[in-house]
C-alpha cells in the first residue's frame, strides 16, 4: 500500500510538472490538462451561448479558465505531495511534542510547504523525509513562479491580440467595405500599405496563439474587438482584391500576398491545436461582394474562387466556434 500511495503522489507531481513544462515552455501547444480543462470549459460556454445568445458567457471563459488552471495546478501538486508524505507514519511529526501528525496536519504541512511559507508547526522525518521535503518546496516555488510569469505573458498577448483587431476593424465593417474604402484610384494601393503594416503584426499574434494556446479562450463580446472576426474580413479582402485584379501592380500585389500569407499562416496555427476544418462548404451569396469596378472578374466567378479554397472551411470553423454567424460577419 505505501508503495502504491507513493507512486500515485509522484505520477501526479510528475503530470503537473510536465503540463506545466509543456503549456508555458513549449511554445507549441498546452499540456493535457490545460487542454482538456480549457476545451471543457470553452465548449460548455459555448453550447450555453448558443441557448442564450450571450456572448459575455464565451467573454468570461479566457479569465476564469486561466485561474482554474493555476489552481489545478497547485491543487495536484498539493495532493501528490500529502499522498506522499502520507505514506509513512514517520514521515511529519510535531518537533515540540514528538508526535506524528494526522492526514490533516500533513495536508497543512505540505500546504506551506509548497508555497515556502516554513511556519515550522511540523517538521519532515529524518532522512530521506528532510530531503523530499526540500524538492516539495522547490517545485512549489518552481511552479508557482513559472505560473505567474505564463499569466503576466498571455496578459500582454490579450492586449497586442485586442488592438489588432481594433486596427484591422478600422478598415471596414466588411470585406466588401475594405476593398471599396481602400481601392484608391483603383489601384488598390493603400490597401497595400495598409495590410503592409499590419503583417508583422499578424504573424506575431499567430505565433502568440502558438505559443499560449489558452489566449484561443479570451473572447471578446464586441465585433470591433474580436480577432477572429477582424482576420476573417481582411481575409475575404485581400483574397478578392488578389484574385480579381488582373493588373496589379507587381509591388502592390507582393503586399497583399505577403498580408495573406500571414493569415494563413495564422490559420495553419489554428488548425495545430483548436479548429478542425469544418465539413461543410460556406455557401457566399453575390450581394455580400463588393461592386467595384477595379475588379475584373464577376461576382459569380470570384463566389466560385471563395468557395472553393479549402480555408474558408477553417475560417467557417474559427468563427463559428467564437460565437460568430458566417452571414453576419459579409453583412454587417
Not at 30 to 36: A, E, I, K, Q
Not at 65 to 71: E, I, R, S, Y
Not at 175 to 200: C, H, K, N, W
Not at 229 to 237: N, P, S
Amino acid at each position: 500500500m505505501p508503495v502504491f500511495v507513493v507512486s500515485s503522489g509522484l505520477l501526479l507531481i510528475g503530470l503537473v510538472v510536465f503540463d506545466a513544462v509543456q503549456t508555458t515552455l513549449s511554445a507549441s501547444r498546452s499540456g493535457p490538462v490545460t487542454r482538456l480543462l480549457g476545451r471543457f470549459a470553452w465548449f460548455t460556454a459555448l453550447r450555453l451561448y448558443k441557448r442564450l445568445a450571450r456572448h459575455a458567457l464565451l467573454q468570461a471563459v479566457g479569465p476564469w479558465v486561466t485561474v482554474a488552471l493555476l489552481m489545478t495546478w497547485v491543487g495536484l501538486i498539493w495532493l501528490g505531495w500529502w499522498l506522499v508524505f502520507n505514506s509513512h507514519e514517520a514521515a511529519v511529526f510535531h518537533p515540540d511534542s514528538g508526535t506524528y501528525a494526522n492526514a490533516l496536519e500533513r495536508l497543512y504541512f505540505v500546504g506551506y510547504t509548497i508555497t515556502t511559507l516554513g511556519y515550522g508547526d511540523f517538521v519532515p522525518g529524518p532522512g530521506k523525509w528532510q530531503v523530499l521535503a526540500i524538492v516539495a518546496a522547490a517545485n512549489g516555488f518552481f511552479l508557482l513562479t513559472l505560473a505567474v510569469t505564463y499569466i503576466l505573458a498571455v496578459m500582454s498577448a490579450v492586449v497586442q491580440k485586442r488592438q489588432l483587431a481594433i486596427a484591422i476593424h478600422a478598415l471596414g465593417a466588411t470585406p466588401g467595405e475594405i476593398v471599396r474604402r481602400l481601392e484608391g484610384t483603383g489601384d488598390f494601393v493603400e490597401l497595400a500599405s495598409q495590410v503592409d503594416d499590419l503583417r508583422m503584426t499578424i504573424i506575431s499574434v499567430g505565433q502568440q496563439h502558438l505559443a499560449y494556446p489558452i489566449l484561443h479562450y479570451y473572447h471578446q463580446e464586441n465585433p470591433s474587438r474580436a480577432l477572429p472576426v477582424a482576420m476573417f474580413k481582411l481575409y475575404q479582402a485581400l483574397t478578392i482584391v488578389c484574385h480579381a485584379h488582373a493588373s496589379l501592380d507587381p509591388s502592390v500585389r507582393t503586399k497583399l500576398q505577403a498580408a495573406l500569407y500571414a493569415l494563413e499562416s495564422f490559420l495553419s496555427v489554428l488548425s495545430h491545436d483548436f479548429v478542425r476544418p469544418a465539413r461543410r462548404t460556406p455557401r457566399i451569396e453575390s450581394a455580400w461582394l463588393p461592386s467595384s469596378t477595379a475588379l475584373d472578374k464577376s461576382s459569380a466567378e470570384i463566389c466560385d474562387h471563395l468557395e472553393q479554397l479549402t480555408s474558408q472551411r477553417i475560417w467557417l470553423a474559427y468563427i463559428e466556434k467564437d460565437g460568430w454567424e458566417w452571414q453576419a460577419l459579409w453583412t454587417h
